[in-house]
């Protein structure tokens, strides 16, 4: 019996900070989009370089990537001064 709770408990453990991490990009990437969506790339911009890619899916990881290169030219080209 001590051996099953032993090994839950290293599993619950195991698994807590990944949880933790997925909570925080999504609670950043919602921040990111509520940004986004209000035109403010460059500030959408700076929250999704503070995601953390190693523990996201492959397909995260690429959104993640698309919305940084994405965020970062409409920053640039809304600050352009075309006179």
Do not use: C, H
């Not at 969506?37 to 929250?47: T, V």
């Not at 993640?64 to 600050?79: E, I, N």
């Amino acid at each position: 019996m001590k051996t099953i709770i032993s090994i839950a408990l290293l599993a619950f453990l195991y698994f807590l900070p990944t949880s933790a991490q997925q909570a925080d990009y999504a609670k950043l990437k919602s921040e990111a989009e509520q940004f986004y969506a209000a035109g403010s790339y460059a500030r959408a911009n700076e929250l999704y370089g503070k995601v953390d890619k190693s523990n996201l899916s492959p397909v995260e990881a690429r959104w993640v990537d698309f919305r940084l290169a994405d965020t970062s030219w409409r920053a640039q080209a809304a600050t352009q001064n075309l006179g």
